[in-house]
């Protein structure tokens, strides 16, 4: 089993753009994107990226792009397949709290009705990607 010694959080961007739209409903269709990667010999990350935008044919009354990295590092472990997992699901797990913190915060202090992301296992966010792909040979 893995162990980290070491977490630490970093904001990496945090953009709102309010486009001033009259009230309504709005249904806010945004991407999480995940990263992962190597820092150094000791150390590595994973980054959550949340992108609202509007698209051609539709406008949305905000833009937001947000994106957080934690970045580990683990007790003496060469097991790179190990860490890759970590990184991709219990990396996420650890980050996502704070990222939907982040947002609703965001939209509740630009006084606009908080967007509030689903509380979600990382499992079920990023299923295509079961044991697939590492970040290191």
Known sequence: ???VIKMM???DKVE???NHLPMGKFKVDHVIRRDIGRINEKAYFTQLT???KDKPDLKYPINMHVAIKGIFEFEQNDNI???NQFLKYQGVNLIYPYLRSMVTNLTINAMMAPI???IIDATQMFKEES???SFVN
């Open 1 to 3: 089993m893995i162990k």
């Open 9 to 11: 959080l970093v904001t």
């Open 16 to 18: 709102l753009t309010n």
């Open 50 to 52: 949340l992108e609202i």
């Open 81 to 83: 397949n190990e860490i």
């Open 116 to 118: 509030i992301l689903p």
């Open 131 to 133: 044991d697939v792909s």
